[in-house]
C-alpha cells in the first residue's frame, strides 16, 4: 500500500509553544504507570524490540529503555529526536526523524505504541497505510496499543465548543467544531505565555468509532483484545475521558 502525499495540518502541531505545554499536561507517574500497562499488556520479556510512534520527547522511549528494552522512537519534530539522542546516550535507542505516513522500517517489532492521542491527527487513509505498515513489522503475536481521547465514544461526549484553562505559566485557549464527512474536530489554539506572548495554531483530529477502529485493524491483521479507560487496565465504558485499545498480531 502506498504511502499518502497529502499534507497533514498538525505536521507543525508542536512546533510551537505546545511543545512545552504538553509536559506541564502530562500527569506525574503516569508514564510510569502506561509503562507498566505497556509491559503488562504485550507480555514483555527482557530485552524487547519496542517501537515508539510519534514518540514527542521521549517520555515511553526513555522509561522502557530503563526497563531493559530496546526502543526505536521515531517522531517528526527534530528537537523531539534530538533531545531524546541526548538523553538515551550509550542505551538501546534507535531514532528516526520522518512522520509516520513516510516511515522506513527494517526490523520485527515486539510492541508497537502510539501514545497521547497521537493516532487521531491521521485520517482514515492514512491511518490505514500506518496501520498496514506496523502489521507488516509487528511479530505473530505481538502487541499495538493506542491511546486516545478521540475515539468517537469518547469525543461525542465530551466534545466542548471553546474552553480555557492554565498549563502551568501558560493560558491557553482553545476552540472547537466537530465537522462531519470524515468525521473530525478542528480546533484553534492559543497560548498566551507570563510576558504576554501570544501563539495562536490550528490542528485537526478525525474522529473514529471502536468498530470503524476495529475494521481499520482487522484489515490490517490486528485484532483487538482490551479497551481500557486507565493503564491500571480498568475496562472502557461510554462516559469515560480516555482509552487505552490494545490489538494483537495474527
Known amino acids: 500500500m502506498s504511502s499518502s502525499s497529502s499534507v497533514n495540518i ?33 507480555a514483555l ?34 528537537d523531539y529526536i534530538q533531545e531524546i ?15 509516520l505516513t513516510n516511515m522506513q522500517l527494517s526490523t520485527s ?16 487513509v492514512d491511518a490505514q497505510h500506518i496501520l498496514h505498515t506496523i502489521s507488516a513489522h509487528l511479530r505473530t503475536g505481538g502487541c499495538f496499543i493506542i491511546n486516545t481521547w478521540m475515539l468517537g465514544e469518547i469525543a461525542i461526549r465530551h466534545f466542548r465548543e471553546k474552553e480555557w484553562f492554565y498549563a502551568g505559566e501558560y493560558k491557553y485557549l482553545h476552540d472547537c467544531r466537530y465537522l462531519f464527512h470524515p468525521s473530525r474536530i478542528e480546533s484553534e489554539h492559543t497560548i498566551i505565555t ?19 477502529l476495529d475494521d481499520l485493524l482487522k484489515e490490517a491483521g490486528l485484532l483487538i483484545g482490551g479497551v481500557y479507560s486507565t493503564p491500571r487496565k480498568k475496562p ?6 480516555r482509552a487505552y485499545i490494545t490489538a494483537y498480531k495474527q
Request: hydrophobic residues 35%; proline residues 2%; contains cysteine.
Open 45 to 78: 520479556q527482557s530485552n524487547a524490540a519496542i517501537l515508539d510512534l510519534m514518540c514527542g520527547y521521549g517520555r515511553h522511549t526513555l522509561e522502557l529503555v530503563k526497563r531493559g528494552h530496546n526502543l526505536t522512537a521515531i517522531d517528526n519534530l527534530s
Open 10 to 42: 498538525n505536521d507543525t502541531f508542536f512546533n510551537s509553544l505546545y511543545k512545552d505545554v504538553w509536559r506541564k499536561l502530562v500527569p506525574d507517574g503516569l508514564t510510569e504507570a502506561e509503562a507498566d500497562f505497556i509491559e503488562d499488556v504485550c
Open 236 to 241: 472502557f465504558k461510554m462516559g469515560d475521558t
Open 194 to 212: 507570563p510576558d504576554g506572548v501570544t501563539e495562536t495554531y490550528k490542528g485537526v483530529d478525525y474522529i473514529l468509532t471502536l468498530s470503524e
Open 85 to 99: 539522542e541526548e538523553k538515551s546516550k550509550g542505551l538501546n535507542v534507535n531514532t528516526q526523524l520522518s512522520s
Open 109 to 124: 517489532y515486539d510492541a508497537v505504541i502510539c501514545m497521547g492521542n497521537s493516532f487521531s491527527f491521521f485520517n482514515k
